[in-house]
């Protein structure tokens, strides 16, 4: 059984998806449709074909969002602003929580004897796990199609209070992560009986792990994410 | 015969300009007046005078307020500011200098020799 109410509201959501359209551009939209659904139903059509000749005559989805977004550039920035930030913030996180992982391992492992030589494999071993779990996560959110990550995330953004509590949120579980790390290293030096050369060498080691990774890694990804959103191909795609 | 994508686009302005100027109007009904006016010639896909609308709006010629229809939805209305005014006069006058250019152009014989 058709239900209007359901398929404007399906049509609706699809438009504000979009990330060119503001929440009143999209109900004025609505608005329309239902004027000419209205019109096309009191000439005798059903209103399941109105409906779909009124979505018709309103024009496609990708075509709207592209002319609203030559009147709202500001809302791809917006848009595009906010991934870069969130991008940078995971990146954040993954790497104090790298980090207090690995050297609260390291403070376990020198207590238990663990052979000092071998230390290197704690960055690298908790580095993989964490990028790891990112990719799975992000795949699992990509693969929910009906409620995409990006979607998820324009939900979120679109009004003040969302960005706000994103923003504490995030602040939190980052502060939490220094924190580890502040911690697990003054446990390190506090509770580790090794002597100073090898433990410059454990030092070190981590250091330059650390080093590689948010100075050669992270920065080689970021600018592959800023590549891969960069105008001229978002344009290409959008007319193609 | 159905008018060229190029010329419908650039004859938006000034036909929502002359459209408002007969007082406050929406959406659906500009269409739909576009529609009458040119005995069903001019397809304009629908959704696309919103844009046209935003930005006559942002260039100050028109005003927006929200509203509500005759069964008590929301609607959003548009009225011509007195800058707008003042746009569609001057718009007026570039057409009709494009209308009389052409209308010479073609009374004048063709030259063979």
């Given at each position: 059984?058709?239900?209007?109410?359901?398929?404007?509201?399906?049509?609706?959501?699809?438009?504000?998806?979009?990330?060119?359209?503001?929440?009143g551009d999209v109900s004025e939209l609505e608005s329309h449709l239902r004027d000419t659904v209205a019109d096309l139903s009191a000439s005798g059509l059903s209103e399941e074909e109105a409906f779909w000749v009124a979505a018709r005559r309103?024009?496609?989805?990708?075509?709207?969002?592209?002319?609203?977004?030559?009147?709202?550039?500001?809302?791809?920035?917006?848009?595009?602003?906010?991934?870069?930030?969130?991008?940078?913030?995971?990146?954040?996180?993954?790497?104090?929580?790298?980090?207090?992982?690995?050297?609260?391992?390291?403070?376990?492992?020198?207590?238990?004897?663990?052979?000092?030589?071998?230390?290197?494999?704690?960055?690298?071993?908790?580095?993989?796990?964490?990028?790891?779990?990112?990719?799975?996560?992000?795949?699992?959110?990509?693969?929910?199609?009906?409620?995409?990550?990006?979607?998820?995330?324009?939900?979120?953004?679109?009004?003040?209070?969302?960005?706000?509590?994103?923003?504490?949120?995030?602040?939190?579980?980052?502060?939490?992560?220094?924190?580890?790390?502040?911690?697990?290293?003054?446990?390190?030096?506090?509770?580790?009986?090794?002597?100073?050369?090898?433990?410059?060498?454990?030092?070190?080691?981590?250091?330059?792990?650390?080093?590689?990774?948010?100075?050669?890694?992270?920065?080689?990804?970021?600018?592959?994410?800023?590549?891969?959103?960069?105008?001229?191909?978002?344009?290409?795609?959008?007319?193609? | 015969?159905?008018?060229?994508?190029?010329?419908?686009?650039?004859?938006?302005?000034?036909?929502?300009?002359?459209?408002?100027?007969?007082?406050?109007?929406?959406?659906?009904?500009?269409?739909?007046?576009?529609?009458?006016?040119?005995?069903?010639?001019?397809?304009?896909?629908?959704?696309?005078?919103?844009?046209?609308?935003?930005?006559?709006?942002?260039?100050?010629?028109?005003?927006?307020?929200?509203?509500?229809?005759?069964?008590?939805?929301?609607?959003?209305?548009?009225?011509?500011?007195?800058?707008?005014?003042?746009?569609?006069?001057?718009?007026?006058n570039q057409w009709m200098q494009v209308h009389e250019t052409l209308q010479k152009s073609w009374e004048e014989k063709p030259c063979l020799t």
């Amino acid at each position: 059984m058709f239900d209007l109410n359901q398929a404007i509201a399906a049509w609706s959501e699809q438009m504000r998806s979009t990330e060119t359209c503001r929440a009143g551009d999209v109900s004025e939209l609505e608005s329309h449709l239902r004027d000419t659904v209205a019109d096309l139903s009191a000439s005798g059509l059903s209103e399941e074909e109105a409906f779909w000749v009124a979505a018709r005559r309103l024009g496609d989805v990708g075509e709207l969002a592209q002319e609203f977004g030559k009147i709202n550039p500001t809302l791809i920035w917006r848009h595009r602003l906010f991934w870069m930030a969130s991008g940078y913030l995971v990146f954040l996180l993954v790497n104090s929580l790298g980090a207090g992982i690995t050297s609260l391992g390291i403070s376990t492992a020198a207590v238990s004897g663990f052979p000092i030589a071998w230390v290197w494999l704690f960055p690298v071993v908790t580095t993989t796990l964490l990028v790891a779990g990112i990719v799975v996560l992000v795949r699992w959110l990509l693969q929910r199609e009906t409620f995409g990550v990006d979607a998820y995330f324009l939900r979120i953004t679109r009004r003040w209070v969302g960005c706000v509590l994103l923003a504490v949120a995030v602040s939190l579980v980052s502060a939490g992560a220094v924190g580890l790390q502040i911690c697990s290293r003054y446990l390190m030096v506090r509770m580790v009986n090794v002597e100073p050369a090898a433990f410059r060498q454990v030092y070190y080691q981590t250091a330059i792990f650390g080093w590689a990774w948010s100075v050669v890694v992270a920065p080689v990804l970021l600018v592959l994410l800023v590549l891969w959103l960069r105008p001229s191909k978002r344009g290409a795609l959008a007319q193609g | 015969m159905s008018l060229s994508k190029d010329l419908v686009a650039a004859s938006a302005t000034p036909l929502v300009l002359s459209i408002l100027a007969r007082g406050e109007s929406y959406g659906y009904a500009i269409i739909k007046r576009v529609r009458e006016l040119s005995g069903g010639q001019m397809q304009w896909t629908d959704g696309m005078l919103y844009p046209v609308l935003h930005r006559l709006e942002r260039q100050g010629f028109i005003e927006a307020r929200w509203g509500a229809s005759e069964n008590g939805r929301k609607r959003k209305y548009y009225s011509l500011r007195e800058k707008g005014i003042e746009e569609l006069r001057l718009q007026r006058n570039q057409w009709m200098q494009v209308h009389e250019t052409l209308q010479k152009s073609w009374e004048e014989k063709p030259c063979l020799t």
